[in-house]
């Protein structure tokens, strides 16, 4: 193996330097592109039909809930 100059060093380190700076450039790249908000895909027809039924499904459990509510209030009431 012949003997390293401080040439050689000099242009290894400045080979290191390139690579690190290069990559440097590139994670700032990839970091900027994952910091970017990721556009939802337009909701289709069919998933809002389903939505509106699991709201309406939603609002009928609610309802049922609080007709309960109600009954054992007045029942309460009645008792006084």
């Given at each position: 193996?012949?003997?390293?100059?401080?040439?050689?060093?000099?242009?290894?380190?400045?080979?290191?330097a390139?690579?690190?700076?290069?990559?440097?450039?590139?994670?700032?790249?990839?970091?900027?592109?994952?910091?970017?908000?990721?556009?939802?895909?337009?909701?289709?027809?069919?998933?809002?039909?389903?939505?509106?039924?699991?709201?309406?499904?939603?609002?009928?459990?609610?309802?049922?809930?609080?007709?309960?509510?109600?009954?054992?209030?007045?029942?309460?009431?009645?008792?006084l």
């Amino acid at each position: 193996m012949p003997d390293i100059t401080a040439t050689d060093i000099a242009a290894l380190e400045a080979e290191i330097a390139a690579i690190e700076a290069e990559h440097a450039v590139t994670a700032a790249r990839v970091d900027a592109l994952l910091s970017r908000p990721v556009a939802p895909r337009p909701i289709t027809t069919r998933e809002r039909m389903d939505a509106l039924w699991a709201g309406v499904a939603q609002l009928e459990r609610d309802s049922r809930v609080q007709e309960r509510y109600q009954r054992r209030i007045a029942r309460a009431i009645d008792a006084l």
